[in-house]
């Protein structure tokens, strides 16, 4: 195998994960072990210790692993970043999987790019190209098609669904411009640790994680380490280390696996039922962030 081959296949592997991980969630919240505030803390919580424990060892005598709390300006970047960019986004992504499920979540929220592309028009004060006004069609016609089922006259996903799902989507834009305010001499893993771990510890506050009972058996405890470890860090370090390899831009398109493997994991493992429309959503959206990411 040559190496653009594997950078390809592990960057795929990292999408794959990441759509694992909904489902898991969803297999979760279908069984009431717990709700969606909860998983968030503790997935933050555990993946940004995970990530902090290897970033000692990893990183030991080349970068001095307090770095990013000496400096109050990186403090307030990274608090930010783990707050307003990872937490949010994560929330509200696990909030629509708990009102509707992993598929319709997962899809709706990769309208991201749509909402990138409207901001990035309005700041360079131009009118959208052809082909980025055909992606965003695409984006209305695919969140119209998995929220309507092709009629007008109603949701069939809930209004609250569509929300967080949207609301995802606008905290996926923040998390990605958090980036231009972060130092970009700090290690990627380091930081990300760091706003995993805030961003866990204030959500953390807020829903009182340490009244949490715990979960009932061996398959709820597969499930969250599920959500940790593949769909978090597995993920994280397939598709890091694919971007180092096949570059950016090609990454961020073999990203969009996600979308498929969350579908697929709802419809083979949950049960998941999917109508037409649901396809017709999910190949417009696909659509959209590949016409967009070539642009």
């Known amino acids: 195998m040559n190496r653009q081959t594997y950078g390809v296949l592990i960057t ?56 990013p709390l000496r400096s109050r300006k990186n403090f307030l970047a990274i608090s930010f970043f783990g707050v307003c960019g990872v937490m949010i986004t994560q929330l509200t992504y696990f909030r629509a999987i708990e009102l509707s499920n992993a598929a319709v979540a997962t899809t709706i929220s990769y309208i991201a790019p749509a909402f990138l592309l409207i901001g990035s028009c309005v700041g360079q004060k131009r009118m959208p190209k052809g082909s980025e006004i055909l992606s965003l069609f695409l984006a209305v016609i695919g ?32 998390y990605t411009l958090c980036n231009f305010i972060i130092d970009p001499k700090l290690p990627l893993v380091l930081v990300l640790g760091y706003a ?43 598709y890091l280390n694919g971007v180092k390899i096949v570059g950016a831009s090609r990454a961020s398109m073999l990203s969009c696996i996600e979308m498929v493997s969350a579908l697929f994991f709802s419809v083979v493992w949950l049960g998941t039922k999917l109508t037409w429309a ?18």
Request: with cysteine; charged share 10%; aromatic share 18%.
């Open 12 to 67: 795929l592997l990292g999408g794959i994960c990441w759509g694992f991980s909904g489902v898991c969630g969803q297999f979760l919240f279908a069984r009431n072990e717990l709700n969606a505030n909860e998983l968030v803390t503790l997935r933050l919580l555990i993946s940004g210790a995970v990530l902090l424990i290897f970033s000692v060892f990893y990183y030991r005598g080349r970068t001095d692993f307090f770095a």
């Open 143 to 174: 969140v119209f098609f998995i929220a309507t089922h092709g009629s007008f006259s109603s949701l069939v996903v809930s209004n609250l669904a569509l929300f967080f799902a949207l609301l995802s989507a606008v905290g996926f834009v923040i």
């Open 196 to 238: 995993m771990m805030i961003g866990g510890l204030v959500l953390g506050v807020f829903v009182e994680i340490w009244k949490f009972d715990g979960l009932s058996d061996f398959w709820g405890v597969l499930a969250l380490l599920g959500v940790v470890f593949i769909g978090t860090i597995f993920a994280f370090v397939f």
């Open 278 to 295: 649901d396809y017709v959503g999910v190949v417009a959206i696909l659509g959209c962030v590949l016409l967009i990411r070539r642009s």
